[in-house]
């Protein structure tokens, strides 16, 4: 791919961020955290996958698989179930038009 392309691509989101009145930093932030805590089930799965072709769990694979299970399961979980918790309440309906009540604030137009 050529770098221009990609570069003005960059700039091209980078300016449509800043139009939406969304902080920039946020958002990039916000997608490599989001990168970072995919890597460790990436890599579970991953071992998972190359055990099963080769039909047996070598030692290292298997603390690999049980060290990310440990981290995904103990740093992971309460996380996302909060996340969940926190993006339901954001589509609370109370008075049953079909439009959620936080997008029916209209406080500042887009």
């Avoid at 089930?41 to 694979?61: E, T």
């Avoid at 440990?70 to 339901?88: C, E, Q, S, W």
């Avoid at 609370?92 to 079909?98: A, L, M, R, S, V």
Wanted: hydrophobic letters at 50%; aromatic letters at 8%; a positive charge.
């Amino acid at each position: 791919m050529n770098k221009q392309v990609l570069v003005n691509k960059v700039k091209g989101i980078y300016n449509n961020i800043r139009i939406a009145s969304i902080k920039p930093t946020g958002v990039l932030a916000t997608r490599a955290l989001v990168g970072l805590l995919l890597v460790p089930i990436l890599v579970v799965i991953m071992a998972y996958v190359i055990a099963f072709y080769k039909g047996f769990v070598s030692d290292d694979a298997g603390k690999v698989i049980d060290v990310g299970i440990k981290i995904v399961d103990h740093i992971f979980i309460p996380t996302v179930l909060t996340a969940i918790v926190g993006f339901l309440a954001l589509w609370i309906d109370k008075n049953h038009n079909g439009i959620p009540d936080k997008l029916e604030d209209d406080k500042k137009p887009l």
